[in-house]
């Protein structure tokens, strides 16, 4: 549990931050009050007896201290605001020997009130305000903050500056509120007013700067946005081209990749049809054994084509078919016209010719 401590004249109060409930240190009312810590003990301790003062009967049998469970004010017993308010009422003004610096105190805690005077003084505020962040002075001021929440951290940029806005503006307006509850209900007490409220006009001011420079910082971030909005029509322009390039290329990778399967379709189907077919296997046989090879066929083809000759018997006939049946038979393990023309020194139209008469005369006669 935090809790914030403010330290004037030897006089300690504090302040829960969670809840608001103050306090001030035992030895510190004492002071305030004009007496002795040990007075003060006493009338405590009165209260649980048949002794107990009437007009403080009301404390009988209720927590007098506000928690003993803070461990860097483990030795400080905090005494409730309540319990305050009516012990030093009653040294200033029911007790056998009221004490002036009593009556000087109470009167300043009924100007405002004694729970928000404290609150004002350790910077406590209520939970639509964050705490007020105070510098180490000449008078020990010690406080703790809550740590930054996770959603705070996950806000943008200026709604971070705007809240920091807000938070210095309603800052300023309570330093604002306590000058003018000094000036208008001014006491005489022994507190350093002065000190007070010059240490309020300072932060004041300060507060008032950093909201001024956060404005300035808004206002910028602002006219940035403004022309950001500016070049939103030419950003959806050229978003929307970019998109309709995409789809285009996305449609030829598609054609791309259909003509890829179709390219490997076929060749798997023409591979299947070369290994299964006869010139394929002649085709894969080694050149040097080539004529040895083609000899059978060579003489299957010569064959076919004497049945045309009206001279089946003549040198020149035989010959002849024998030269086509050649030229045909290494056309059908696949070389090219201009290989055969090349490798038996015949004229390339002479084997396109050859290679033609050759191919319908098979073909009719078989």
């Known amino acids: 549990m935090n809790i914030l401590r403010y330290e004037l004249n030897n006089i300690e109060f504090f302040t829960i931050q969670t809840t608001g409930e103050s306090g001030m240190s035992q030895s510190g009312l004492a002071r305030m009050c004009g007496v002795t810590q040990k007075a003060v003990d006493n009338l405590l301790e009165r209260l649980g007896t048949s002794s107990c003062p009437e007009f403080l009967q009301s404390l009988q049998g209720k927590g007098l201290t506000l928690s003993t469970s803070y461990h860097e004010y483990h030795n400080v017993t905090i005494l409730k605001d309540s319990v305050c308010a009516l012990i030093l009422e009653w040294y200033a003004f029911e007790s056998q020997r009221p004490t002036e610096k009593a009556r000087q105190a109470f009167r300043q805690f009924a100007a405002v009130g004694i729970r928000t005077w404290i609150q004002t003084l350790t910077g406590w505020q209520n939970f639509t305000t964050s705490p007020i962040p105070e510098k180490e002075s000449k008078q020990s001021v010690r406080t703790t903050y809550h740590p930054q929440t996770l959603e705070d951290g996950e806000l943008s940029p200026l709604i971070k500056q705007i809240n920091s806005l807000q938070h210095h503006l309603k800052i300023a307006l309570?330093?604002?509120?306590?000058?003018?509850?000094?000036?208008?209900?001014?006491?005489?007490?022994?507190?350093?007013?002065?000190?007070?409220?010059?240490?309020?006009?300072?932060?004041?001011?300060?507060?008032?700067?950093?909201?001024?420079?956060?404005?300035?910082?808004?206002?910028?971030?602002?006219?940035?946005?403004?022309?950001?909005?500016?070049?939103?029509?030419?950003?959806?322009?050229?978003?929307?081209?970019?998109?309709?390039?995409?789809?285009?290329?996305?449609?030829?990778?598609?054609?791309?990749?259909?003509?890829?399967?179709?390219?490997?379709?076929?060749?798997?189907?023409?591979?299947?049809?070369?290994?299964?077919?006869?010139?394929?296997?002649?085709?894969?046989?080694?050149?040097?054994?080539?004529?040895?090879?083609?000899?059978?066929?060579?003489?299957?083809?010569?064959?076919?084509?004497?049945?045309?000759?009206?001279?089946?018997?003549?040198?020149?006939?035989?010959?002849?078919?024998?030269?086509?049946?050649?030229?045909?038979?290494?056309?059908?393990?696949?070389?090219?016209?201009?290989?055969?023309?090349?490798?038996?020194?015949?004229?390339?139209?002479?084997?396109?010719?050859?290679?033609?008469?050759?191919?319908?005369?098979?073909?009719?006669?078989?």
């Open 174 to 366: 309570k330093h604002r509120h306590a000058i003018h509850n000094i000036v208008e209900k001014p006491v005489a007490v022994d507190l350093s007013l002065n000190r007070v409220v010059h240490t309020a006009v300072h932060e004041q001011a300060a507060k008032l700067n950093q909201a001024l420079i956060a404005l300035e910082a808004i206002r910028e971030q602002a006219l940035a946005l403004e022309l950001l909005t500016q070049k939103i029509p030419e950003s959806e322009k050229i978003t929307q081209s970019l998109n309709q390039l995409t789809n285009v290329i996305e449609q030829m990778r598609q054609e791309n990749n259909h003509l890829k399967s179709i390219i490997r379709q076929q060749k798997a189907l023409l591979q299947s049809r070369r290994q299964i077919s006869p010139k394929y296997q002649l085709a894969t046989t080694e050149l040097e054994n080539l004529d040895q090879t083609l000899a059978p066929r060579i003489q299957e083809i010569t064959a076919i084509l004497m049945k045309s000759q009206k001279r089946q018997g003549g040198t020149r006939a035989i010959s002849t078919c024998t030269r086509r049946a050649e030229i045909y038979a290494r056309y059908e393990i696949g070389q090219s016209l201009e290989e055969i023309a090349q490798a038996l020194n015949t004229p390339y139209q002479t084997v396109k010719s050859y290679v033609k008469l050759t191919r319908k005369e098979m073909k009719y006669n078989t």
